[in-house]
Each structure stands twice: as C-alpha cells, then as structure tokens.
C-alpha cells in the first residue's frame, strides 16, 4: 500500500530514539499518521514544524498499519508564525482544531483547501482574524453543525438578524428574539460574510462558533474538550480590543 499527496502538518511527536510520529491533513487522504524514520535528526526535525506544507509518500503493508511516510519540504510557514504573539497562537488553534475535529483517513478536500488558503494568510493580523472566524463558520459546516444563518428561525424575515439560536444554530430577528434575546448568541454582520469588520464584531463571531464548537461538536465526538489552543488564541486576539 501506498500513495503520494500533499499535507498540512498538524502534529509531532517522538518515537524511540530517532524516529517521529506525525499526523498530516493531506487534500486526498484527509488526517493521516505515519512514522517518520530519522524524524529527530538536524536534517529533518526542522521540516517538522506545525503548519508546514509537505510533499508525503506514504508506505505500508496493509492499509490498517500506521505506515511510514517520506516528507519533502513544500512551504514553512515558520517565519510566518513567529512574526507574532496572534499569528503563533493563531497556527496553534488552526492545527489544534484540525487534529481534534477531523475524522481519521476521511478526505475533506473543501476544508483541506479553506486551511491551506487561511495558513497562508499567516502574519498578516490585519486580516488573520476574520479569516480565522470564516475558517471556523466553515468547519462547522463541514462537519455537519452548520450555522443556517439565511432568515429568521421564528419570522421567516431575512432583515434585521442580530441573533442565534444556541439550540438549533439558526438565525433570530430582533423581533422574533422577544423576551428570549439574552439566551441567545450574537450575529455579527461578518458571520454572514458581510465584508470587512472591527475586531469587537469578530469577538462576538468567535463567541458563536466557540459555543458551536464546545456544546454541539465536542459532544459528538465523545466529550473530549476544545483544545486550549482555540481559548489562548481567542484570549491573545480579544487582548487587541
């Protein structure tokens, strides 16, 4: 068995003396680990940086096995995330989030190409954030805990959205919120891709997703918890405000 693709280092970890442990969201073979022989050495242990975009070939007897994989350097981002405090943070909670939410060997390739494009937006904190909130929007999505975020859950109204429904993830008018308005969450324009936004909108966009993120995600995959990497991101950008 084996196959070539590209990927998405998301996780490194040592194995015996010399070797690593990595796990790689690649475009056709979705979260795949492998071991890396030599994976500790001066010559390849800087290639295995979180984030890194790699050439892989993956080898194995049986498709079961964990395998062996070939990396081949395509793009660091390791100047990229250590440009800043928010863009370190930010790479961390991305891999983090990948690592945790995705299911093993399961392709994803819309996710796989709104991760690559978001990566590469690294360094850039001016326009960082929002990306990263979208990113989030969209793995929700892609997991099957989208947000409907079209009209309003309790009018049918399209105007005036502000809120959302915690319970069903739909949206919710001012109007339709009535007396329930403070069990809701908040609808920042930018959640529903209504162009540039302050950083206090994305606070309250990451308030959202996070609440989708921890009661409705988690849960299904088995009460594990949120990587702190997503809460020290969000407590590294809401410093700015």
Same mark, same amino acid.
């Given at each position: 068995?084996?196959?070539?693709?590209?990927?998405?280092?998301?996780?490194?970890?040592?194995?015996?003396? &010399? $070797?690593?442990?990595?796990?790689?969201?690649?475009?056709?073979?979705?979260?795949? $680990?492998?071991?890396?022989?030599?994976? &500790?050495?001066?010559?390849? @242990?800087?290639?295995?940086?979180?984030?890194?975009?790699?050439?892989?070939?993956?080898?194995?007897?049986?498709?079961?096995?964990?395998?062996?994989?070939?990396?081949?350097?395509?793009?660091?981002? @390791?100047?990229?995330?250590?440009?800043?405090?928010?863009?370190?943070?930010?790479?961390?909670?991305?891999?983090?989030?990948?690592?945790?939410?995705?299911?093993?060997?399961?392709?994803?390739?819309?996710?796989?190409?709104?991760?690559?494009?978001?990566?590469? #937006?690294?360094?850039?904190?001016?326009?960082?954030?929002?990306?990263?909130? #979208?990113?989030?929007?969209?793995?929700?999505?892609?997991?099957?805990?989208?947000?409907?975020?079209?009209?309003?859950?309790? &009018?049918?109204?399209?105007?005036?959205?502000?809120?959302?429904?915690?319970?069903?993830?739909?949206?919710?008018? $001012?109007?339709?919120?009535?007396?329930? $308005?403070?069990?809701?969450?908040?609808?920042?324009?930018?959640?529903?891709?209504?162009?540039?936004?302050?950083?206090?909108?994305?606070?309250?966009?990451?308030? &959202?997703?996070?609440?989708?993120?921890?009661?409705?995600? *988690?849960? *299904?995959?088995?009460?594990?918890?949120?990587?702190?990497?997503?809460?020290?991101?969000?407590?590294?950008?809401?410093?700015?405000?």
């Amino acid at each position: 068995m084996d196959w070539r693709d590209h990927g998405i280092l998301l996780t490194t970890r040592r194995h015996g003396e &010399t $070797a690593a442990i990595i796990e790689v969201f690649t475009q056709a073979h979705g979260r795949h $680990a492998g071991v890396v022989r030599g994976g &500790t050495s001066r010559k390849i @242990a800087p290639i295995l940086q979180p984030g890194a975009q790699l050439d892989v070939l993956w080898r194995a007897r049986l498709e079961e096995h964990i395998g062996t994989f070939q990396v081949e350097p395509l793009r660091s981002r @390791a100047a990229a995330a250590f440009s800043g405090r928010l863009a370190l943070a930010g790479l961390n909670s991305v891999v983090a989030l990948l690592s945790f939410c995705l299911p093993e060997r399961e392709p994803h390739p819309a996710i796989y190409k709104h991760s690559e494009q978001l990566m590469d #937006l690294l360094g850039q904190d001016e326009v960082w954030p929002l990306a990263y909130l #979208l990113w989030e929007l969209a793995l929700l999505e892609e997991l099957g805990f989208g947000l409907d975020l079209s009209s309003c859950a309790v &009018t049918g109204s399209t105007e005036g959205l502000v809120y959302v429904s915690p319970k069903t993830g739909r949206a919710v008018s $001012a109007q339709g919120a009535g007396e329930w $308005a403070d069990r809701l969450l908040p609808l920042p324009p930018c959640l529903r891709g209504e162009g540039s936004a302050p950083d206090e909108e994305i606070a309250q966009g990451l308030l &959202t997703t996070g609440y989708f993120l921890e009661n409705h995600l *988690a849960p *299904a995959l088995g009460h594990k918890p949120v990587p702190e990497a997503r809460t020290r991101f969000v407590e590294r950008f809401t410093r700015r405000l």
